[in-house]
């Protein structure tokens, strides 16, 4: 798998290991949407109608938001799960403030 999941990023001393099942989802849905942002700078760059790209610019919004269920799910069934069996409730302040974060 990728090498800052193995290592934390450069934000965090944290880090998660997925199953190949996990992480292959999460590393297509990105490729995906890579793939779309790669295209409506096409369609920038081709001049094209601000209609036709508002449109691919809502549905790169929307498989992101996509993106962020499966990620979140996957947070709170693994990590958060795990943490309060742990005896770390401070987790739960940090998944407050994470979905107050993406609720903007």
């Given at each position: ?7 934390g ?9 997925r ?14 949407i ?20 508002l ?50």
């Open positions: 798998m990728a090498e800052q999941e193995q290592t990023c450069c934000h965090c001393a944290k880090t998660k290991e199953d190949e099942a996990e992480y292959k989802d999460l590393i297509h849905r990105l490729n995906r890579e793939g779309q942002v790669r295209g409506v700078r096409g369609m920038v760059e081709r001049s094209a109608y601000c209609v036709d790209i449109g691919q610019v809502a549905a790169i919004t929307a498989a992101l938001n996509s993106f962020n269920k499966v990620l979140l799910a996957n947070h709170i069934r693994t990590c958060v799960a795990d943490d309060i069996r742990d005896g770390k409730d401070e987790v739960i302040d940090e998944l407050v403030s994470t979905l107050q974060k993406l609720m903007k």
